[in-house]
């Protein structure tokens, strides 16, 4: 079992940052991928970003590339996202994500199996 506890969320204006974080719980976490989605009222949740479970790769929707990067600190089993020239259409409720399964690397939603309960990232124009 993971638990996980998105933190960093918040209202800001369009170009500005926010680095939200994830904190897991469990002792297998360096070896789980883990994956950023998040969802915008009356739209159907979107993959944002995600990292190999070795951190040795990252991958990015369209919409965030050259704009946001996913990091990990196994040290402190928490995974980051930092958003930079943020729009209003990053508005959206954000959850970290991670699979049952160590050492594999989903890319699907449906992979994922624990879901943090999100947090709220508003961007203003």
């Known amino acids: 079992q993971v638990q996980l506890v998105e933190s960093g969320g918040g209202l800001v204006q369009a170009g500005g940052s926010l680095r939200l974080s994830c904190a897991a719980s469990g002792r297998t976490f360096s070896s789980i991928a883990m994956g950023w989605f998040r969802q915008a009222p009356g739209k159907e949740r979107e993959f944002v970003a995600r990292?190999?479970?070795?951190?040795?790769?990252?991958y990015y929707a369209d919409s965030v590339k050259g704009r946001f990067t996913m990091s990990r600190d196994n040290a402190k089993n928490t995974v980051y996202l930092q958003m930079n020239s943020l729009k209003p259409e990053d508005t959206a409720v954000y959850y970290c994500a991670a699979p049952r399964v160590i050492h594999y690397n989903p890319s699907r939603a449906d992979e994922y199996s624990y879901w943090g309960q999100g947090t709220q990232v508003t961007v203003s124009s």
């Open positions: 990292i190999t479970w070795s951190g040795g790769s990252r």
